[in-house]
C-alpha cells in the first residue's frame, strides 16, 4: 500500500504539520482491522509540542507505527489513535544507547507537507533485550515498507 498524505497523524493539536501533531484521520481499512501486531508495549514518545516525553501504548503493525493513550484506549477502539507514522516515508532508523539504562529510536520520516525530513523520537527504560526487539522488528517491518513502495512505484506508469 502506497503512502497517502502526510507521514504522521496526530488527535494532538490541530497543525497538521505532518510530523505526529496533526489532525486525527482514520487511516484503517476493513481490512486491516483483522491483522495482528508485529509488536506492542509501551515506550515514551516526544512530543515536540508540549517539549516532554510522554508515555504512550505503541502498536506496529500494516506499515504503520501507531500510538494511544494507553493499552485500554486501544483495545477499546483501535481506529481511536493519537498518531502514527507510515513506515514506507521513514527515511532512516537510529538506535541509541543513553545513560542510565535508557535508550531510543529515531525515525527520520519525510514530511510531505514541510518537504523536508524530521525526526520522531521514542524511549524506554527496559531492558537491553526489549530495545533490541524494538529495534529489530521496527527496522525489518520498514525494510518490507520500503521494498513494498519500491515495487508499488515500480507497477505505476503516467
Known amino acids: 500500500m502506497g503512502a497517502v498524505g502526510s507521514c504522521c497523524l496526530s488527535r494532538r493539536d490541530g497543525n497538521g504539520d505532518g510530523n505526529g501533531n496533526g489532525e486525527k484521520t482514520p487511516f484503517f481499512t476493513n481490512d486491516e482491522r483483522t491483522l495482528k501486531s508485529l509488536k506492542s508495549g509501551?515506550?515514551?514518545?516526544?512530543?515536540?509540542?508540549?517539549?516532554?516525553?510522554?508515555?504512550?501504548?505503541?502498536?506496529?503493525?500494516?506499515?504503520?507505527?501507531?500510538w494511544y493513550e494507553d493499552e485500554q484506549a486501544h483495545m477499546a477502539d483501535f481506529t481511536n489513535t493519537e498518531g502514527f507514522i507510515e513506515l514506507s516515508l521513514v527515511k532512516s532508523i537510529q538506535r541509541e544507547t543513553e545513560s542510565g539504562g535508557r535508550w531510543s529510536i529515531s525515525l527520520h520520516v519525510f514530511d510531505r507537507l514541510k518537504g523536508e525530513v524530521v525526526v520522531n523520537k521514542v524511549q524506554g527504560s527496559g531492558p537491553q533485550r526489549e530495545y533490541a526487539t524494538w529495534h529489530d522488528i521496527l527496522f525489518s517491518a520498514w525494510e518490507k515498507a520500503q521494498r513494498d513502495e519500491a515495487r508499488l512505484r515500480g507497477k505505476l506508469t503516467y
Open 42 to 66: 509501551y515506550l515514551e514518545r516526544y512530543n515536540p509540542s508540549l517539549r516532554k516525553w510522554e508515555r504512550r501504548w505503541f502498536v506496529l503493525a500494516s506499515g504503520k507505527l501507531s
